[in-house]
């Protein structure tokens, strides 16, 4: 099945800095990438996805990247605000037959935003 | 548009008892998945649903656990026999039927089962 690793575990800035976590997957046939941010003893909400047939999406202060090729995808957070610090996790769906439904997450990254 | 509601949100229970843990999925949804988290850990996959049918159980234990989403009321996940290994936080989602929201997957609060 699918297996998506998740770096780094933790990542400190500077409130205003900008913050990049990346995932990494491995079935090429995977194609759709979503984003979740979970605070502490919270659900994880939805903030941004991703499909395979774009590079590229942002929204306000959030942008997502994906390589095809290399089978990577990226968060990015401009401007970043101590009320962005949570844990957040990166996620592949299935692609093949019964696992089409489900989603495939990485271990999550702890982000620290600093006032 | 009410989300998706759990509950019981906190379920505490001896080893041995039975845990039944109840999802009711976004209005208009009929996928509904369920997931575990241990601390500080992702989220793990266990069984896909749609109504009456269970379309993917490969991550759910063959024994103790069980899951069904009946035609009429809320997605049950059943534990039977829990055991302290049980605790963790289980999440269920629920997604659409049409093509653009059938991947967006929409997460409940969480039951949070300790196991005494």
């Known amino acids: 099945g699918e297996n998506v690793e998740q770096h780094p575990s933790t990542l400190s800035v500077q409130e205003g800095d900008s913050a990049v976590i990346k995932c990494t997957y491995s079935?090429?046939?995977?194609?759709?990438f979503p984003w979740y941010k979970q605070e502490l003893g919270k659900r994880p909400q939805l903030i941004i996805d991703?499909?395979?047939?774009?590079g590229e999406k942002k929204d306000q202060r959030i942008a997502v990247t994906l390589n095809k090729t290399a089978k990577h995808f990226s968060l990015h957070i401009t401007e970043t605000q101590p009320e962005d610090s949570a844990v957040y996790f990166c996620?592949?769906?299935?692609?093949?037959?019964?696992?089409?439904?489900?989603?495939?997450f990485g271990r999550g990254t702890q982000l620290t935003v600093w006032p | 548009n009410a989300g998706v509601m759990q509950n019981p949100r906190h379920l505490v229970r001896r080893r041995g008892q039975e845990a039944r843990l109840r999802c009711s999925p976004m209005k208009g949804h009929s996928h509904v998945y369920w997931y575990r988290q241990l601390p500080e850990e992702g989220l793990k996959f266990m069984v896909y649903?749609?109504?009456?049918?269970?379309?993917?159980e490969s991550g759910m234990p063959k024994e103790r656990f069980s899951a069904e989403f009946p035609k009429e009321g809320p997605s049950i996940l059943r534990i039977q026999q829990v055991v302290r290994g049980d605790s963790a936080a289980y999440f269920c989602?629920?997604?659409?039927?049409?093509?653009?929201?059938?991947?967006?997957?929409?997460f409940g609060p969480g039951t949070r089962l300790t196991v005494l």
């Open positions: 996620a592949a769906r299935g692609s093949r037959g019964s696992t089409l439904g489900r989603l495939y």
């Open positions: 991703i499909r395979s047939n774009v």
């Open positions: 649903l749609q109504k009456e049918n269970i379309i993917d």
């Open positions: 989602a629920s997604s659409g039927t049409g093509q653009s929201s059938y991947n967006e997957q929409f």
């Open positions: 079935d090429s046939a995977s194609n759709y």
